[in-house]
């Protein structure tokens, strides 16, 4: 995190009650395994960290006159604007990184940079120095050199619209935390969407040369433990998992025929077998394509062959802070205001690590 996102989470306990009502909302809506307090049902966290957030938005404002009380006396100052947007954008800023790692952390890496960061990866070379045998009154054999290589990845805007009516908000008939954390989730879509694009783009170029390639049509074990074992020897070690999507995974299963599993086995409570030939077995959260209704963005018909231990294939570079853009409470005929919220980052191929895929 920047500087000034660790100054925000670090000043008061909103920041603690936003991460707690976003952990909530994931074990209800995502079924992830994320810590909350069970004390307060999740709307009550909602109704407080709202009127958290107005109390906060209102002390930032620095209006004298201003309290709950006499909301139609300052809900147009231009300082309470400001600071709505402010905190909201903090609390994107700070939630948005850890939530990117929760749903692609297994093949992507995530920096967080200042504005005007362009961002720059070294890769040390692959191969080894060249062993060859040579005379006892030979001096020096075949020089060698190497250098490293350096992928940068530039930032780029992306923007977000939305319609909120700043009264309703402030009086409470709107939630703000819905909103943050609808923000939350769409950007971290967008940033999940182009990470995983760039991601099986690469893997759909990798050789497919038999007996050394690492793209395979068609899975077998025997296929699925000689990519493993090809991913292990030229990352030097770095021990490989298998990862896919739950219907991915339910194809990653013995050759034999005669296998057997009860009701409490892994396959069956997991839905996937964990370990496989002594390679671990992940799965990959599935992702909605918005484009089209009901569609799905993570192919279910690929398993890749990765080593998180070695250098993540994919970079999500964020620069500085997300900013906003809000129209004045009268412009609209409605009352309502257009806010676009601003963030810069870029996802992109920067490793020197190596991978395989299967077709299924």
């Not at 231009?78 to 850890?98: G, K, R, Y």
Request: charged fraction near 20%; charge should be negative; proline fraction near 3%.
């Amino acid at each position: 995190m920047t500087n000034n996102i660790l100054a925000f989470a670090a000043d008061g306990k909103l920041p603690v009650m936003f991460q707690d009502y976003m952990n909530h909302f994931k074990a209800i809506n995502e079924k992830k395994s994320v810590e909350y307090d069970t004390t307060l049902s999740f709307d009550e966290k909602e109704a407080r960290l709202n009127a958290a957030l107005r109390k906060e938005i209102i002390k930032r404002a620095g209006v004298p006159y201003a309290t709950e009380d006499n909301i139609s006396e300052w809900f147009n100052h231009p300082n309470v604007a400001h600071e709505l947007f402010a905190v909201t954008n903090a609390l994107v800023d700070m939630i948005l990184p850890q939530s990117i790692i929760e749903t692609i952390g297994l093949f992507a890496d995530v920096r967080s940079g200042a504005w005007g960061d362009n961002f720059s990866f070294d890769f040390e070379p692959r191969d080894l120095f060249v062993v060859s045998k040579s005379g006892k009154a030979q001096k020096t054999t075949e020089i060698h050199k190497q250098f490293r290589g350096q992928k940068t990845l530039t930032p780029e805007w992306h923007q977000l619209t939305v319609g909120v009516s700043m009264y309703a908000v402030l009086s409470g008939k709107e939630s703000l935390a819905n909103l943050v954390s609808k923000c939350v989730r769409s950007i971290e879509t967008a940033i999940t969407v182009d990470a995983y694009d760039a991601f099986a783009t690469v893997m759909s170029n990798l050789s497919d040369t038999a007996t050394t390639g690492l793209r395979i049509a068609g899975y077998s074990q025997a296929n699925l433990v000689r990519l493993c074992e090809q991913v292990t020897a030229w990352n030097f070690g770095a021990k490989p998992i298998v990862v896919g999507t739950a219907t991915a995974l339910l194809n990653v299963l013995p050759d034999d025929n005669n296998y057997r599993y009860s009701l409490n086995d892994s396959y069956v409570t997991l839905g996937y077998i964990p370990t496989v030939n002594g390679y671990d077995v992940m799965r990959m959260p599935q992702v909605a394509d918005i484009a089209t209704f009901g569609a799905l963005k993570i192919a279910n018909d690929r398993l890749w062959i990765i080593s998180p231990a070695s250098q993540k294939i994919i970079k999500v570079c964020l620069e500085g802070n997300t900013i906003a853009n809000t129209t004045g409470v009268f412009e609209n005929s409605d009352l309502s205001q257009t806010t676009s919220l601003m963030k810069s980052f870029v996802c992109g191929v920067a490793t020197n690590s190596t991978a395989a895929v299967i077709t299924l």
